[in-house]
Every structure is written in structure tokens, then in C-alpha cells.
């Protein structure tokens, strides 16, 4: 039996997790056919701020997030400058993280390769101290994701085309807004976009490499700025992302940075963090925190890495 102590915060609701009809039972059996001493939290009816805090509270090495990408992203922020290890069961419908992370999407296979997991250090990035794994988008972009919540639970081909009529009605109404950004360099200037995106570290260009990362310790943020966004922009950029060849859009501008404030005319306005639509007050300051999470991934991974970043 693996001599660390694993506490994990399971998530019913999330997309496969329900799907499967994954349950604390479900994965009291795959920990324990794979020697792994595990106390499982499935209660969903407690706030997962509660439920957080007792995971940290807990004599357990490493903290497992059986979810979504919210699920791991709510676990990050808690753990970072922590002596406890995050782990992930890929129980989301997206899975971001865990696909950076090359981890096994299938859930046995995943709760066995916790019992030989490697540690791994990777960025993290805050906004108005709130810890992001992946991007934090404003503008249009977050009007359409809100319109996912017009089908979630939905599977009918009428709340599908419910859905893409949302999306041009957006598009065909959208406005460019007017942000002042400011990386603390002496560079503030004015944009004016469609959406904006602060992305932790930078995102991979390639056949099939569709919003993915390969490394997550290059130590910046990354800025997309879209400038305009028409229907037409639209389809480009699909047809751009999944072919491999999206970064020289016309619509597109990107840059590196360690830090930046963005501020627009508002005093609040929508963000979609981590894939999760929200409301933020501005003005928005972020910052990239190096190798700030510890995270476990398979054994292969981590000695992959290692021979990668070994000095000359």
C-alpha cells in the first residue's frame, strides 16, 4: 500500500462524473484495489469552501480533485504555498488541465497512476488574487460561454440550434471595447478589442492542438488581443486552431508578459475564469507565479521531464 494519504473532493454534477454515475463508492473500490489509503468528500450539498478547508485540515499528503476544470482550479488556488500535493481524476467535460498534464482521461487508469505519481512543479497565474491554471477572458467571449447555461443539461438538437442562434446574434451585435493595458513597464497604451485573454503561460500551435499547453513552466502570461470578431473571424479562427495555424490571424495579436492591470470603463464586469463565467471588479490585476503549484502526474511524465530540462 502507497505510504501517502490521499483526501479527495468528488464532484457528482460534473460532466462525467454524472454521466458515469461515478459515486464515493465508485472510487472507495478503485482506491482500494489499487492499495491507495484514501477519505473521500462526495457531499455536494456543503459550499466547497467547507469543503476545502477540511481537506487542507486533513493529515493527507496529496488532495485530489475528482471533477471539472472548476473543481481543479477551486483546489489550486487553496493548495498554492501549501505543503500538500494536487492531484487530478479527470471527471469534467473539458479536462483542460488534466489533457496539459497528459494524464490518463479514463478513471481507472487515473486513480492507478496516483499510487506512483511523480511531483511536478507548474505555473499558476492571479487575478485580483484569485489563482487561474489556464486563461481569464473578457469581452464578447464570456456573453457566448453564458450561453451554454441555454443548454446545459440539454442534449436535443433543438437546444443545440438554440445555442449556435445565440452565438450570431452576439456576434452580429457585438461592440469593441476600449481597455487600457499596463504591464508595469512604463508600455500602458489603449486597445481596442472584441475579447481579451490572459492566458497562464502560452498556448501550443499545431495539427490538433486545440487550447493546449506542453509547458507549463515558461514563467509569463500571454496576452490575446481580438480585435475584431464577425462571423466570418469566426470560422477562420475554428478552421485556423484545428488545422494548427491560428497565431498570424489578422483578427489576433498576441504578447508575453509577467504581469498586467487592465482597465475598463466599468466598475465590474463579466470574466469567464477557468472556463466559469463570473463577475469581477476592475480594475484587473495579474501576475504569473512560477512553479507556485505541486502538482502529481505519471511517473513517465515527470522522468520526461527532467531529462528535458537537464542542463547541458
Not at 482500494?32 to 456543503?46: E, F, L, M, Q
Not at 512543479?121 to 489556464?134: K, Y
Amino acid at each position: 500500500m502507497s505510504d501517502r494519504r490521499y483526501y479527495v473532493l468528488l464532484n457528482e454534477k460534473s460532466g462525467t462524473a454524472h454521466a458515469l454515475g461515478v459515486t464515493r463508492e465508485t472510487l472507495s473500490d478503485l482506491f482500494s484495489s489499487n492499495g491507495i489509503h484514501a477519505t473521500i468528500d462526495a457531499d455536494c450539498n456543503r459550499s466547497m469552501s467547507a469543503r476545502v478547508t477540511d481537506a487542507l485540515a486533513s493529515d493527507a499528503h496529496v488532495i485530489v480533485a475528482a471533477g471539472g476544470d472548476g473543481t481543479v482550479t477551486a483546489l489550486a488556488g487553496a493548495l498554492v504555498g501549501v505543503d500538500k500535493d494536487l492531484a487530478i481524476l479527470p471527471l469534467g467535460t473539458f479536462n483542460a488541465v488534466a489533457k496539459d498534464l497528459h494524464l490518463p482521461l479514463d478513471l481507472p487508469a487515473a486513480v492507478a497512476a496516483l499510487a506512483h505519481g511523480n511531483r511536478q512543479r507548474i505555473d499558476v497565474a492571479e487575478v485580483n488574487g484569485r489563482i487561474f491554471m489556464q486563461k481569464v477572458v473578457i469581452g464578447l467571449i464570456p456573453g457566448l460561454a453564458a450561453g451554454r447555461e441555454l443548454i446545459r443539461g440539454q442534449e436535443s438538437l433543438a437546444a443545440k440550434l438554440a445555442f449556435i442562434r445565440h452565438i450570431f446574434r452576439r456576434l452580429a451585435r457585438a461592440r469593441r471595447m476600449a481597455v487600457i493595458l499596463d504591464s508595469g513597464e512604463g508600455a500602458r497604451r489603449i486597445e481596442r478589442v472584441q475579447s481579451l485573454a490572459v492566458a497562464c503561460d502560452s498556448y501550443d500551435e499545431g495539427l490538433g492542438k486545440f487550447f493546449s499547453r506542453q509547458d507549463l513552466n515558461q514563467g509569463t502570461l500571454t496576452l490575446y488581443l481580438l480585435h475584431h470578431f464577425t462571423a466570418g473571424d469566426f470560422f477562420r479562427l475554428l478552421i485556423g486552431m484545428l488545422m494548427g495555424r491560428w497565431r498570424d490571424d489578422e483578427a489576433l495579436s498576441m504578447e508575453s508578459v509577467r504581469e498586467v492591470t487592465i482597465k475598463v470603463k466599468k466598475r465590474a464586469i463579466n470574466v469567464m475564469i477557468d472556463g466559469e463565467v463570473e463577475m469581477f471588479e476592475t480594475p484587473l490585476n495579474f501576475r504569473i507565479l512560477p512553479q507556485a503549484l505541486s502538482v502529481l502526474v505519471p511517473a513517465r511524465e515527470s522522468e520526461e521531464l527532467e531529462v528535458t530540462e537537464a542542463p547541458a
